[in-house]
């Protein structure tokens, strides 16, 4: 079952029948009252969110998503009108797994939806990575360091997660970009260096773990 969030009508039935003509079932929305309703009833395998919505707009509803643990997994594709790259990199750091921008192609739209499930499937067990003091429980999505819990943004701890799953590996600022955001952002590699920063801040003496590796990007170990 996938979910369409979608306050227009011709766009909501365009993506309805997209997906569903892809042997998806689908259910849409016109408002977050009612998605979060249908949430109480069935989990979805994917959501797809546009930001610009009556109300309680997308950005909120994947907040509230990525805040409860039960619905923390559901994979999101955020649609909307907006081209701006701080809209996409606050929509993607909030915890969205893709974006699409209007106008898009039916085909477009169905094989992004295909793309992201078949990531989702092949997502690694959950399980507890660490490196020194480092400690992710990624079960729970919580991050400690030396015992005292380390408080990150969705696409810090995917980063941290990314780095210590491939300790003493040097990896660059588009594997990171392709494996972290999961979405074409060529030539915003800057966005890299950003959560780099903010991380580093955040995990205090343990960000100097994370090491820059010149001409290539970062990696975590010595």
């Not at 003091?133 to 380390?150: F, Q």
């Amino acid at each position: 079952m996938i979910y369409i969030v979608e306050d227009d009508n011709d766009i909501r039935e365009m993506e309805s029948y997209a997906i569903k003509n892809s042997g998806f079932e689908v259910q849409a929305f016109s408002n977050g009252k009612d998605f979060f309703a249908a949430l109480d009833v069935q989990y979805p395998k994917l959501v797809m969110l546009d930001i610009m919505l009556p109300g309680e707009d997308g950005l909120a509803i994947l907040q509230k998503l990525r805040s409860k643990e039960t619905t923390r997994g559901i994979p999101v594709i955020m649609v909307t009108a907006k081209t701006s790259e701080i809209d996409k990199v606050k929509g993607l750091d909030m915890g969205a797994d893709d974006y699409i921008t209007k106008p898009f192609g039916v085909m477009e739209l169905v094989s992004r939806v295909k793309a992201l499930l078949r990531r989702c499937e092949n997502k690694q067990e959950e399980k507890t990575l660490t490196y020194k003091d480092i400690v992710i429980d990624d079960h729970k999505h919580k991050v400690t360091v030396g015992g005292e819990t380390c408080v990150l943004t969705y696409k810090e701890y995917e980063l941290l997660k990314y780095l210590v799953a491939n300790k003493d590996i040097a990896l660059s600022r588009e594997k990171l970009l392709g494996k972290v955001w999961g979405y074409d952002f060529e030539g915003e590699s800057r966005t890299v260096d950003m959560h780099i920063k903010t991380l580093r801040q955040k995990l205090g003496e343990a960000g100097n773990y994370i090491v820059t590796v010149r001409h290539v990007g970062y990696k975590i170990g010595e």
